[in-house]
């Protein structure tokens, strides 16, 4: 998984084959927050616009497995998260999309809580609201860390959008599913995703492995057919900061750091606490984040 601004993709059509050779154990999670000058100069610092439309040109030329990843600020750019859904599934390339709500982490400047924070629970509002290819029993909490991440995905077939999320039992989807992102490693839930799946085909239908899919996906058997191409995934990602922090929430955790000295650190708390700045200070005084996870439980 190569997280990405896009710019040597951009500008680098040679470097694009090359990549295309490492097709499919690779997936591209190229930088795309905005469609507008404005809101791409506050959160990047450049207009961006032209860069993106050339990197994905040329990830759609080679067809390499790409997720658009967008950070979402209030006010800002949470408007736009319909059209982000309707224009990745217009691309080639695009298995999906992650909507990354702002944390009070790294450069950031003015973020005032009660006024800019923006929370799980209102993207997904926001892309109920701002597109019609999902209903509200299809954007379900992934079971590894419900408090901080969300999905859905659909297939893609012949230019329709069909949902696959809101077809499970919201209590059997419970039920099945271990503490872990690991799906392809539950049979019963593989059993019951493949009855969906195998509904409108003929018994003579044969499986195959959707493979590589990355980040919160599973490996599914599907129809003959169908594979990476036709899927599509919307994934909420929200970190955790020092105004709603919760070790809870952090035992939960399911993306981590892989430190050179070979500690598995929660992404969540290597923002506040590893990531050194300029000054190799951490980022966070201890005594600060209990003071705010004191005024979260309160609030709860």
């Known amino acids: 998984m190569i997280n990405t601004n896009g710019l040597r993709i951009a500008q680098d059509r040679a470097f694009c084959d090359r990549l295309s050779q490492y097709m499919p154990g690779i997936e591209i999670y190229l930088q795309f927050d905005s469609f507008e000058e404005k809101a791409l100069r506050e959160l990047r610092g450049a207009d961006l616009r032209q860069v993106r439309a050339r990197a994905i040109a040329h990830l759609n030329e080679f067809n390499i497995s790409t997720t658009l990843v967008s950070t979402v600020k209030k006010g800002l750019n949470d408007h736009e998260i319909g059209k982000t859904i ?10 999906g999309v992650s909507f990354q709500p702002i944390q009070a982490t790294g450069r950031l400047e003015n973020f005032e809580p009660k006024r ?7 993207v997904r509002r926001a892309i109920l609201d701002q597109s019609p290819h999902f209903q509200p029993k299809d954007l379900l909490p992934v079971p590894c860390h419900p408090d901080c991440l969300a999905m859905a995905y ?15 039992d919201p209590t059997a989807f419970l039920d099945v599913m271990p503490n872990s992102v690991l799906y392809e490693q539950n049979a019963e839930l593989k059993k019951q995703i493949f009855k969906l799946f195998s509904t409108n085909h003929s018994p003579d239908s044969s499986a195959t492995t959707l493979k590589q899919l990355l980040c919160c996906l599973p490996l599914i058997p599907v129809p003959t057919g169908i594979t990476y191409e036709n899927v599509f995934r919307v994934v909420i990602m929200q970190f955790l900061d020092p105004f709603n922090f919760d070790v809870r929430s952090v035992k939960r955790s399911c993306i981590h750091i892989a430190h050179p000295d070979g500690r598995i650190i929660p992404f969540d ?4 606490f590893y990531h ?25």
Not at 86 to 95: S, Y
Not at 154 to 168: D, E, N, S
Request: neutral net charge; contains cysteine; hydrophobic residues 35%.
């Open 276 to 300: 050194k700045g300029s000054a190799g200070h951490h980022l966070v005084d201890p005594s600060e984040l209990r003071d705010a996870n004191h005024a979260v439980q309160e609030q709860v």
């Open 154 to 168: 659909a297939l893609k077939v012949k230019g329709q959008v069909i949902p696959l999320t809101g077809l499970l």
């Open 86 to 95: 309707d224009f990745a599934l217009q691309q080639r390339c695009v298995r």
């Open 116 to 122: 800019d924070r923006y929370t799980l629970t209102e």
């Open 269 to 272: 708390t290597y923002n506040m």
